[in-house]
Nanobody, 122 residues
Framework: QVRLVESGGGLVQPGGSLRLSCAAS????????MGWFRQAPGERREFVAA????????YYADSVKGRFTISRDNGKNSVYLQMNSLKPEDTAVYLC???????????????WGRGTQVTVSS
């Protein structure tokens, strides 16, 4: 059974940082493009960042470019999202997703985690 489990969310003040992790049971993990999405209450789910399964190249939403960094560790079957300079508008449930050999800008993903809450507030 495929599982994606996010962790690392929490409450942080504006300007602070958090590092999210997503542990995946996908095999082989290295064949999956991994993405991070977020969904705020009453809002549509939106793309945040993605990392290519082979090239390791990355792609970001304009709203997080320069503040967030996605990375992966294929040896640990994990993908990470380092979030710096957090803003109140970054508050949302953050979900990771996987797409088998997906292109970097793929709009569809095969598997989803349940998410971790990030709240940015003073």
């Amino acid at each position: 059974q495929v599982r994606l489990v996010e962790s690392g969310g929490g409450l942080v003040q504006p300007g602070g940082s958090l590092r999210l992790s997503c542990a995946a049971s996908l095999l082989p993990f290295s064949s999956y493009t991994m993405g991070w999405f977020r969904q705020a209450p009453g809002e549509r789910r939106e793309f945040v960042a993605a990392i290519h399964w082979s090239a390791g190249t990355t792609y970001y939403a304009d709203s997080v470019k320069g503040r967030f960094t996605i990375s992966r560790d294929n040896g640990k079957n994990s993908v990470y999202l380092q979030m710096n300079s957090l803003k109140p508008e970054d508050t949302a449930v953050y979900l990771c997703a996987a797409r088998y050999r997906g292109v970097l800008s793929t709009p569809t993903y095969d598997y989803w985690g349940r998410g971790t809450q990030v709240t940015v507030s003073s």
